[in-house]
């Protein structure tokens, strides 16, 4: 399980707590770039790290991000330059029979001598779908869960931006929401992944010059999985949305050097 909980504009925000993070995944953070504007060593999205770290009160989104780079940059002695790049992406958008993602509810206030909120389930029970169970409400970002033949996402308040750049991890191409739905939702996703993009390919799930399944530029090969859908078809069905193919002209953050070990805490 990946987790990154915490930070401004969260229950916590004077803390972070990300767990078997890879740093692909804290660059998407620390320049507010997405899975397919990072390109540098295949390690980079494969090496696994937990971070933690506190910040004075009255953060900034933006100082953050800010810290996040310069953490980066004397931890890991990060170095790196923009490019523009053409690559094949996928155009997300409203599947003909409409959505079927829910919109997320507005959070009541509490009143003085409210009953809590419900207790999270018990650590490391397990549900029906095989996957650890999760607490509704935690909105420290999507949930990510992974075994062998299968994948799970679930989200909470989540804009379709931040959907298409959720499915990147798992397409091997950009993903550019054109669904024009507006708002936050909740959703559940169940697919089987396609190990060969996830943290094996070119830069990890770094979009290079292959297709999606390892074919070449602007081909996609969809492999039916036993027991789970593909990610494309899964999105058709549970989420009532699609996944199109063509091409996008990106700015790109190319990694000019990154250690692999840190500097020590």
Not at 54 to 68: H, I, N, S, V, Y
Not at 182 to 211: C, N, Q, T, Y
């Amino acid at each position: 399980m990946v987790g990154m909980n915490g930070g401004p504009g969260s229950q916590d925000p004077e803390r972070i707590s990300y767990n078997n993070v890879s740093l692909k995944d804290v660059m998407k953070i620390a320049y507010d770039v997405k899975e397919h504007q990072i390109s540098g060593p295949d390690w980079l999205n494969s090496e696994r790290f937990d971070i933690t770290a506190t910040m004075a009160p009255g953060t900034t989104k933006d100082l953050f991000r800010k810290m996040l780079q310069n953490l980066l940059a004397e931890r890991f002695k990060l170095t790196l330059h923009h490019e523009k790049k053409e690559l094949p992406a996928f155009v997300l958008t409203v599947g003909k029979k409409g959505p079927k993602v829910k919109q997320s509810e507005e959070e009541p206030k509490k009143e003085d001598g409210a009953a809590p909120d419900a207790p999270p389930p018990p650590p490391g029970k397990i549900g029906k779908d095989g996957f650890p169970e999760m607490h509704p409400g935690r909105r420290g970002g999507p949930s990510i869960m992974m075994m062998p033949g299968k994948a799970k996402v679930m989200a909470e308040k989540m804009t379709m931006d931040e959907l298409a750049g959720q499915l990147e991890r798992f397409v091997g191409r950009p993903v550019v929401n054109q669904t024009e739905l507006k708002g936050k939702f909740d959703f559940e996703l169940h697919f089987a992944p396609d190990m060969s993009l996830i943290g094996g390919g070119r830069g990890g799930l770094m979009v290079g010059p292959m297709g999606a399944a390892g074919g070449p530029a602007g081909e996609v090969r969809i492999e039916a999985a036993e027991n789970e859908p593909t990610i494309f078809a899964a999105v058709q069905e549970q989420l009532g949305l699609k996944l199109e193919s063509q091409k996008a002209l990106v700015d790109v953050l190319v990694v000019d050097r990154l250690e692999k070990v840190p500097t020590e805490n």
